[in-house]
């Protein structure tokens, strides 16, 4: 399975400090993405990153990727209270997006 | 305009009935695919569509059928509901397959009693 697995399942930080999330998944890829998911809510493309990249930048996010160990992080710096949501990275393989069970970021005021 | 619209947000039905979720999207997509997210909110992909035509079936109960008329939607029927099928359903669509982003909708919850 291409599967991603996000650690930690759970993350509660004071906002304004600096996030990072972890992504770590089982075969080759083609590229990494990463969603995040308001409550109640569908998921939003946030990143993408191809297998040939080792950084990425957009705003306040920035995702790395290590294909040599399969995994991936995601860090939002200065985090702000509309940053609570769960995050979910999703490997690419053949054909799919297969997603892990995300990690639950919790910004407080 | 919303880019990926599914209908009905909200489900409550008895067990044994049958129910259709609807999906359409308004970007040109080419592919289009339902997901299932858990109350432990695990995704797991169920169909994808690709034109038309049908490209991924996971092992999913022969209780759920897609449809797809044409490329801008992708509809899912649910035969004999089971308590076990209550869930958030999620349509999404993507541009050149898995090798893009996708763009989901807002999500079908449903609730089997």
């Known amino acids: 399975s291409q599967q991603g697995e996000e650690d930690p399942q759970a993350l509660s930080i004071q906002e304004g400090e600096n996030a990072t999330m972890n992504c770590s998944y089982k075969?080759?890829?083609?590229?990494l993405q990463w969603y995040r998911q308001n409550s109640g809510r569908g998921l939003v493309h946030l990143i993408l990153?191809?297998?040939?990249?080792r950084e990425k930048h957009s705003g306040r996010l920035r995702v790395t990727l290590d294909t040599s160990k399969k995994s991936s992080s995601l860090l939002i710096t200065a985090s702000r209270a509309a940053d609570t949501a769960s995050y979910f990275c999703?490997?690419?393989?053949?054909?799919?997006?297969?997603f892990g069970q995300g990690t639950r970021l919790t910004i407080n005021p | 305009d919303t880019a990926v619209s599914q209908t009905p947000k909200y489900l409550v039905t008895q067990m044994g009935n049958d129910k259709s979720i609807k999906c359409e999207q308004n970007?040109?997509?080419?592919?289009m695919y339902w997901y299932k997210q858990d109350s432990k909110k695990f995704l797991k992909i169920m169909f994808s569509?690709?034109?038309?035509?049908?490209?991924i079936n996971e092992t999913v109960p022969n209780r759920f059928s897609p449809k797809s008329p044409d490329k801008a939607h992708l509809n899912l029927h649910i035969n004999s509901l089971e308590l076990g099928d209550s869930a958030v359903y999620f349509c999404?669509?993507?541009?050149?397959?898995?090798?893009?982003?996708?763009?989901f909708g807002s999500g079908t919850r449903l609730t089997v009693v």
């Open positions: 999404a669509s993507s541009q050149e397959g898995a090798v893009s982003s996708y763009t």
């Open positions: 075969t080759s890829i083609n590229n």
């Open positions: 990153i191809r297998s040939n990249e």
């Open positions: 999703a490997a690419v393989g053949a054909q799919k997006l297969v």
């Open positions: 970007l040109g997509h080419d592919t």
């Open positions: 569509y690709n034109n038309k035509e049908l490209i």
